[in-house]
């Protein structure tokens, strides 16, 4: 694993086979409370000792339905780590993989992380805010992620809602973040980058004008 910031690891990037050329990171936040896995990459298994010597998994959550994969079974038997997600999600995960508990609503675990259904890219999809306590940090999947230096959205034909996509990003919009977490990075991009506010609002009100525009990306 390596160490994105204090207190958040980053598996090895998995390659995903569409282009341009596009990884995957599972990401381990470390707290007291017990560590959390956001979403899933299929090159955990070799980490599992690092993960281990970090103070393993107590859960594990998904974005929405197309992270689901095999991995997420292994990674709750190994570390006896439930996978959570969406309600939403959870019919279309269950084919997949074991789900163990869902949410449908907003919610804070033990005080320092929120769970923040943000539908659009998916019916369920969610975000992730963690208070790291030196950094917010936003784990925002698929629904805002980077090709180069501009933040773009996922729009799929037959799965996303338009409309309900731009309320999420208005919602995101107001969140309180000074990093930011996609659950895919083009390649040889970043994994995560710091960010001002007055900046991270201007690359959400661009994304919502796209979408208003009828533009998918």
């Keep these: 694993m390596d160490e994105v910031l204090p207190g958040l690891y980053a598996s090895a990037p998995e390659t995903l086979p569409f282009g341009p050329p596009y990884q995957l990171r599972a990401f381990l936040l470390m707290r007291d409370s017990g560590n959390l896995l956001l979403y899933r990459a299929d090159t955990l298994g070799p980490e599992r000792e690092a993960i281990e010597q970090l103070g393993g998994i107590s859960r594990q959550y998904l974005n929405h339905r197309h992270e689901a994969a095999p991995v997420c079974d292994w990674v709750a038997e190994t570390f006896a780590a439930p996978l959570h ?28 992380f929120e769970v923040i259904p943000t539908p659009g890219h998916t019916r369920g999809a969610t975000a992730f805010l963690w208070d790291s306590g030196a950094h917010r940090v936003l784990f925002t999947g698929d629904t805002i992620f980077a ?63 796209r979408l208003r525009r009828g533009e998918d990306n």
């Design 85 to 112: 997600c969406h309600e939403s999600e959870e019919p279309s995960v269950a084919e997949t993989c074991a789900v163990a508990a869902t949410f449908s609503k907003r919610h804070v675990l033990d005080g320092d």
């Design 147 to 209: 090709r180069g230096e501009r933040w773009i959205a996922a729009v799929l034909d037959g799965v996303s809602d338009r409309e309900r996509y731009i309320e999420s990003l208005e919602l995101i919009r107001e969140l309180d973040f000074d990093v930011i977490v996609p659950g895919i990075t083009s390649d040889n991009r970043p994994n995560h980058a710091y960010v001002e506010r007055p900046e991270a609002q201007r690359q959400i009100d661009a994304i919502i004008e």
